[in-house]
Every structure is written in structure tokens, then in C-alpha cells.
């Protein structure tokens, strides 16, 4: 997927969720740390990052330097959304266990054709954790 592929994906994601109760406006921004802003089901503040994955796995991962970055943000509720075959898993970030920490090689960039490996700090997400929605964009 390219980026204009996954920005496309993106709207079509904020307003599944606004026909869900949720109120969110995508950002302009293609280079902001989140996806999406406003509100969440319970009327609270919030921010989303929204992350695209053709494949299901059953454990999600966020990267700590990901979380660092949108934890520190000043917005009532932050959450963590990866989209995959199976759906939409939406984690709020408030809940994240982290004490399933793990370093780890991944490619150094998400959207790459020749994946370079670099060691990062990561959390496994577990779905049951996660608020589900049967989107499917895969």
C-alpha cells in the first residue's frame, strides 16, 4: 500500500466510526504523530492512530517510541487502532499492559519495497483488550 492508498483507507475508517457513535475528523496533516481527532464513544476528547495491516495476527504490536509520542500528547483519551483482515481493533492507550515489553527486529520503515531491519522496543497488543469492529478492508 502507498500512502495515498492508506489515506484513502483512512477516511473510509473515521467515517465507519462516526456511523458508530464516535466523532472524529482525520487529520490534514500527513505527517502528524495520529490519524484522527475529536470524540470518543463516551463524548471524551481524543486522538487515534490508525495502523493498516493485510494480514491478521493474533497479537497487535505498538512500538514504544509510538507510544511515548501519543501518550505525552495533551488530549483526554488516546487510542490505538490496527486494522487487519479481521478488523478494526481499537486499544485505548490508558489500558496498554506494559509489562509485555519486547526488543525485536522490524523494518526500519512500514511502506517499503526492500525492508531494512532495525532492532525496536515493542508491546503486544492482545485482541481481547481491544474494543472490535467487523470493518473489512482486507
Known sequence: MDFDQISELETQLV???NLDGWQLTKCRDLFSIFDAYGYDTN??????????????YDKKMLENKKYQSLINLNSVKKYYCVID???????DLSNIDK???????LPKKTITDKPEKKQKE???????DAIV??????
Not at 46 to 56: A, M
Not at 99 to 105: E, L
Not at 122 to 128: E, R, T, V
Not at 133 to 138: G, I, Q
Open 15 to 17: 467515517f465507519l466510526l
Open 43 to 56: 463524548g471524551q476528547r481524543c486522538i487515534v492512530e490508525f495502523k493498516f495491516r493485510q494480514e491478521y
Open 85 to 91: 483482515s479481521a478488523g478494526a481493533f481499537m486499544f
Open 99 to 105: 509489562s509485555d515489553f519486547h526488543i525485536i527486529d
Open 122 to 128: 515493542i508491546f503486544f497488543l492482545k485482541n481481547d
Open 133 to 138: 469492529y467487523n470493518y473489512k478492508f482486507f
